[in-house]
């Protein structure tokens, strides 16, 4: 019995991940480039990807805040980020591509932060 229940769990569980960590071409456009510049307002360092908030203004000087997807925790640390690399208040800007809901959302390819170009570990792959 407790096998069929082990069992029953790992069948819905799954799928449920598989849902939740989506391909590049789901959810952003590789033909809609994006470069920000703003103010990080928030940081979630968790799998299956990193997310950031920035506030960035716009041509108009209304500030829209924006998220970002970035890599892995673990893609991310292999490349030399941490936990700390991104901090509320830092300066930042990003070059990535939007999402084809058009929201504010963004898959980070690079990010320049305190003087430095780091890889954000993006899904995109070229075709």
């Avoid at 490349?79 to 591509?97: K, P």
């Avoid at 963004?106 to 993006?122: E, K």
Wanted: glycine share 8%.
């Amino acid at each position: 019995m407790r096998v069929m229940l082990a069992l029953t769990v790992v069948v819905l569980l799954v799928p449920g991940a598989a849902v939740a960590h989506h391909s590049f071409a789901a959810v952003f456009d590789s033909n809609q480039p994006v470069e920000l510049e703003g103010e990080i307002t928030k940081v979630e360092w968790a799998n299956p990807h990193i997310w950031f908030y920035l506030d960035v203004t716009n041509v108009d000087g209304d500030v829209e805040n924006w998220q970002c997807e970035g890599g892995t925790p673990n893609s991310l640390r292999r490349l030399g980020w941490s936990a700390d690399t991104l901090q509320t208040g830092d300066a930042v800007q990003i070059e990535g591509w939007r999402a084809h809901d058009g929201t504010d959302t963004c898959n980070a390819r690079v990010i320049t932060a305190d003087g430095r170009r780091l890889f954000a570990g993006s899904s995109f792959e070229e075709q």
